[in-house]
């Protein structure tokens, strides 16, 4: 029995702000549990607010989500509150999500508080153990988030999240506002909690580079759509989607005589209020023809068991891929 996430919205969108933004729209997929899936794309391609609808901290427009066989949506009172429990989240800005009035020790300890899972001096000890297990001290419990570094922040959210005993953590953009060499502390640190508790992880990135290492299994997202499904190695390997080809060119290549990716991304990230017509990356892509612009291409399976939203992924498999020059 498998974490089993589906979200699927027929053409629905999602009220947010005033305007009706269609910051998700007909996406549907599956995490397996104990993988490390991870949700790439800009900023505003909806990844996020994918994160949150799985959660239900945000109620769809329509489409559904499931959880272990049952839907979200249809669950009493009692099951909200397991589901709650289980599934977890972390954020990008730590201090952001971190009430400045309370003590580390409180913060840590509100879950275990709000589940009823210890009391007292069992819930310190409780408190003490979870701050050991991502790097800090139990003397920490009696100090307040700003007195923390980025990195250290990070850690007493993720233990936060811990704290009710958690299958699923969903990570938005955990690492992206921290300095390069704290983020490989981070990723370490989750990959460790992962194997140690047999989480699932969900990963929000817009960066390639953050998750490939981590990741099982990728899902490329523009303008609230995916554009490619893939176990991340293949995807590095041999990206199929033009979109999944320009984010890959465009990390930084270590040696500067490396040859210069050929698949550069032109213009800016349409809005998502009014999504271009057809293929949404039409605008954007080297490779559109007239009719990308006219017909939606439909998320195709491909004989590899991989997932692309292209009407002409096969031919440019060969002429686009290739000329990328993949990071090593
Ligand atoms: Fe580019 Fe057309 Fe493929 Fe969309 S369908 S990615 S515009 S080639
Ligand atoms: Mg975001």
Not at 69 to 74: A, E, N, P, V
Not at 132 to 145: I, M
Not at 310 to 316: A, L, S, T, V, Y
């Amino acid at each position: 029995e498998g974490i089993d996430l589906k979200k699927h919205f027929g053409g629905g969108g999602l009220l947010s702000t005033p305007t009706v933004v269609r910051a998700v729209d007909g996406v549907s997929l599956a995490v397996q549990r104990g993988e490390t899936f991870a949700i790439v794309g800009e900023s505003g391609c909806g990844k996020s607010t994918l994160g949150r609808l799985l959660l239900r901290l945000i109620e769809a427009t329509s489409g559904d989500v499931r959880y272990e066989g049952q839907s979200i949506l249809s669950l009493k009172p009692n099951d909200v509150r397991r589901l709650r429990r289980e599934l977890q989240i972390i954020f990008q800005d730590p201090f952001a999500s971190l009430n400045p009035r309370m003590n580390v020790g409180d913060i840590v300890g509100e879950p275990i508080w709000l589940h009823g899972l210890a009391k007292g001096s069992e819930r310190r000890d409780r408190v003490a153990e979870l701050l050991n297990t991502v790097g800090l001290r139990a003397a920490h419990a009696d100090r307040y988030p700003h007195e923390f570094s980025g990195g250290q922040r990070q850690r007493i959210g993720i233990a936060r999240a811990l704290a009710g005993d958690p299958k699923l953590i969903i990570g938005d953009e955990p690492v992206s506002a921290l300095d390069v060499s704290i983020q490989a502390q981070i990723i370490n640190l989750l990959e460790d909690l992962k194997e140690r508790f047999g989480l699932t992880l969900v990963i929000v990135a817009h960066d390639l580079a953050v998750i490939r290492h981590m990741s099982d299994r990728v899902a490329v997202m523009y303008l609230g759509q995916i554009m490619e499904l893939s176990e991340t190695d293949a995807l590095f390997d041999n990206p199929l989607h033009p979109y999944t080809q320009a984010l890959l060119a465009a990390i930084p290549v270590p040696s500067p005589s490396s040859r210069q990716p050929k698949v550069l991304l032109q213009g800016d990230i349409p809005s998502p209020a009014s999504p271009p017509s057809g293929c949404r990356f039409h605008t954007r892509c080297p490779h559109a023809r007239p009719v990308c612009s006219q017909q939606t291409p439909a998320l195709e399976a491909t004989p590899e068991g991989r997932r692309v939203a292209c009407h002409f992924w096969r031919e440019i498999q060969g002429a686009g891929a290739g000329s990328i020059t993949a990071p090593p």
